[in-house]
């Protein structure tokens, strides 16, 4: 049995971090319950993409972050939604919503007003700052985050300044980070029998990715700065460096690495003169270094260079592309992608699952893909056992 058969969640999340979190759970077989807004739905349905699949509302970014969920189109605005809504967490284990803080309160889908109707529910708020603070009611967008978190100041290159990371790292984090979050208090609550209120940050998720500059700041006042493509490490031997046809990282953290990087370059006799016979020597004639180890580089291709390195245990890879690293047969044994298949997708199309493996009852290899906004509406009222006429006014307009 997996490890979340049987837990009920109800979802009001849209977009990237609170989906994610969802999906995590419902791809341990969680019945995750979407619920959206007439019409649209969820706005990422209609961005990230071209207008074909727009206009279908099935964006690429949506398909990816909302597998093995079932969708309910209610209008939270109106009385009947409401209603609906405050019905549906009456049986549900979890809640799970990332509006802007104060937005679920005017809603009436608050903690507050949740656990009036059920008091052992696990109900999880995601939000750019907190609930609270003197930034809780900023709207904050993933790349907003990092730049606010100082994250951009620790990527790009001294010559052109800071960049962003070229994908949604801190909404797709965020999300796991609610995921372990809401595990943690299904576990606690089947230990006290009481439920949680859970308060997910963007920003907290994105200070703790770089908890380790951040401790050398708040323990030595040290800033990296800008390290382009090079390391901290400060070696000549570490960084991406140019091949005759491309670029390969190299990761020497140890003295013995650093040494052995030499060897495999042809550099032994570099190791007697004392600019380089030590780690410190290295440090102090980095740039002399470098051009050394560079040079040594672009003699060869990075096809030759990566056996040459590995063999003699340097941490080495290629820096490639996204369409290399997903035909990577270490993908297909790992078996990390989820088999969809549903409206729009075709007999079979391969989404990116959760990022790990169990020796029994792991994550769903085979998943039911997104649906159309409030396919299931019907179906999920009936299990409310609402009426039919209750059924009609309560979806009037929303299909």
């Known amino acids: 049995m997996r490890a979340f058969k049987g837990v009920r969640v109800i979802d009001f999340s849209r977009v990237l971090s609170g989906p994610v979190a969802t999906q995590m759970l419902g791809l341990l077989d969680a019945d995750v319950i979407?619920?959206?807004p007439p019409g649209d739905g969820d706005q990422l349905r209609g961005v990230l993409t071209d207008p074909e699949m727009a206009a279908k509302r099935m964006s690429p970014a949506f398909l990816t972050v909302n597998l093995n969920k079932r969708s309910i189109a209610l209008d939270l605005k109106s009385d009947a939604g409401r209603a609906a809504a405050l019905k549906l967490v009456e049986n549900a284990d979890v809640v799970v919503e990332n509006f802007v803080p104060g937005v679920a309160a005017k809603l009436g889908i608050d903690y507050e007003s949740v656990r009036a109707a059920n008091p052992k529910v696990v109900y999880c708020s995601i939000s750019g700052y907190g609930q609270s603070g003197p930034k809780s009611t900023e709207r904050a967008y993933d790349v907003a985050v990092q730049a606010d978190s100082g994250m951009m100041s620790l990527t790009g290159h001294p010559e052109t300044g800071p960049t962003r990371v070229g994908f949604m790292l801190i909404?797709?984090?965020?999300?796991?980070?609610a995921a372990y979050a809401i595990a943690s208090a299904l576990f606690r609550r089947a230990v006290t029998g009481q439920g949680q209120y859970l308060d997910v940050a963007m920003y907290d998720t994105a200070l703790q990715m770089m908890s380790c500059q951040a401790a050398d700041y708040m323990m030595r006042g040290n800033l990296p700065g800008l390290l382009g493509n090079g390391s901290p490490m400060a070696q000549p031997t570490a960084g991406a460096f140019e091949t005759a046809d491309g670029l390969l990282l190299l990761a020497t953290l140890t003295p013995a690495q650093q040494e052995a990087?030499?060897?495999?370059?042809?550099?032994?006799?570099?190791?007697?003169?004392?600019?380089?016979?030590?780690?410190?020597?290295?440090?102090?004639?980095?740039?002399?270094?470098?051009?050394?180890?560079?040079?040594?580089?672009?003699a060869r291709t990075a096809e030759e260079w990566l056996p040459v390195l590995k063999q003699h245990g340097v941490a080495v890879q290629q820096v490639r592309g996204l369409e290399a690293a997903l035909s990577d047969p270490q993908l297909a044994h790992r078996g990390i992608l989820v088999n969809a298949s549903g409206e729009g997708l075709g007999e079979e199309t391969e989404l990116v699952g959760a990022p790990f493996l169990a020796n029994q009852d792991g994550p769903l290899?085979?998943?039911?893909?997104?649906?159309?906004?409030?396919?299931?509406?019907?179906?999920?009222?009936?299990?409310?056992?609402?009426?039919?006429?209750?059924?009609?006014?309560?979806l009037a307009g929303a299909e």
């Open 171 to 177: 909404d797709m984090t965020t999300g796991i980070s």
């Open 261 to 298: 990087c030499f060897r495999a370059l042809g550099l032994e006799e570099s190791l007697r003169d004392p600019r380089y016979a030590t780690e410190t020597a290295r440090q102090e004639n980095f740039g002399s270094g470098r051009e050394l180890v560079q040079a040594a580089m672009k």
């Open 365 to 394: 290899k085979e998943a039911r893909a997104p649906v159309r906004v409030g396919q299931d509406s019907r179906a999920i009222l009936e299990e409310l056992n609402c009426t039919a006429e209750e059924i009609d006014a309560i």
């Open 34 to 36: 979407k619920i959206e």
